[in-house]
T-cell receptor, first 118, second 117 residues
Framework: AQKVTQAQTEISVVEKEDVTLDCVYE???????LFWYKQPPSGELVFLIR??????QNEISGRYSWNFQKSTSSFNFTITASQVVDSAVYFC???????????????FGKGTHLIIQP | NAGVTQTPKFQVLKTGQSMTLQCAQD?????MSWYRQDPGMGLRLIHY???????DQGEVPNGYNVSRSTTEDFPLRLLSAAPSQTSVYFC????????????????FGEGSRLTVL
């Protein structure tokens, strides 16, 4: 069975600090996708990134960066120079892709509540 | 540009009552799903559908029914509400077919907060 662990329940930092959110996953499949979603206080879920299991290249998007390491089954998310608007709950998720195509759904971690203090 | 629309946004029920959470999407997505979000539990998959007429159970299906008669709509039914079903429910859809690889990028509705007394 697949599993996603976000060990950090809550992180609090002061604005402009860098912060890394950890995500460790378990899967028996060789083909899968990893995701990060953001849930701001307003409650909606915002897609941030998708990573294919065959693509271990790290990605940077503005102040956001993601470090995917298959050797340690981790997909960590770093926010550089954090801002108050980054305050949210962040979810890491995993989707297994069946050999015939298709999948059932995402398995989410329990989320990390990130608090950026001004 | 509606995306995924859920109704109602808030609902209070008494134990034993029934209700239907509505979900509609206008993106012609084949894949639709329902999740529930509980404090400290993340999001858990209730039911999903890979196309009209096809549904399947997720991680926590007990107490919920679904049907998919059209591509656009995927209602979630609670036949006899229980306090344990107090939660925030999210409907999500994705472009995916049984033949095309599922990439999992889900488009979420705004959520429906359900309280069962």
């Amino acid at each position: 069975a697949q599993k996603v662990t976000q060990a950090q329940t809550e992180i609090s930092v002061v604005e402009k600090e860098d912060v890394t959110l950890d995500c460790v996953y378990e899967t028996r499949d060789t083909t899968y996708y990893l995701f990060w979603y953001k849930q701001p206080p307003s409650g909606e879920l915002v897609f941030l990134i998708r990573r294919n299991s065959f693509d271990e290249q790290n990605e940077i998007s503005g102040r956001y960066s993601w470090n995917f390491q298959k050797s340690t089954s981790s997909f960590n998310f770093t926010i550089t120079a954090s801002q108050v608007v980054d305050s949210a709950v962040y979810f890491c998720a995993l989707s297994e892709v069946y050999s015939g195509g298709g999948a059932d759904g995402l398995t989410f971690g329990k989320g990390t509540h990130l608090i950026i203090q001004p | 540009n509606a995306g995924v629309t859920q109704t109602p946004k808030f609902q209070v029920l008494k134990t034993g009552q029934s209700m239907t959470l509505q979900c509609a999407q206008d993106m012609n997505h084949e894949y639709m799903s329902w999740y529930r979000q509980d404090p400290g539990m993340g999001l858990r998959l209730i039911h999903y559908s890979v196309g009209a007429g096809i549904t399947d159970q997720g991680e926590v299906p007990n107490g919920y029914n679904v049907s998919r008669s059209t591509t656009e709509d995927f209602p979630l039914r609670l036949l006899s509400a229980a306090p344990s079903q107090t939660s925030v429910y999210f409907c999500a859809s994705s472009y995916s077919t049984l033949a095309a690889p599922y990439t999992g990028e889900l488009f979420f509705g705004e959520g429906s907060r359900l309280t069962v007394l």
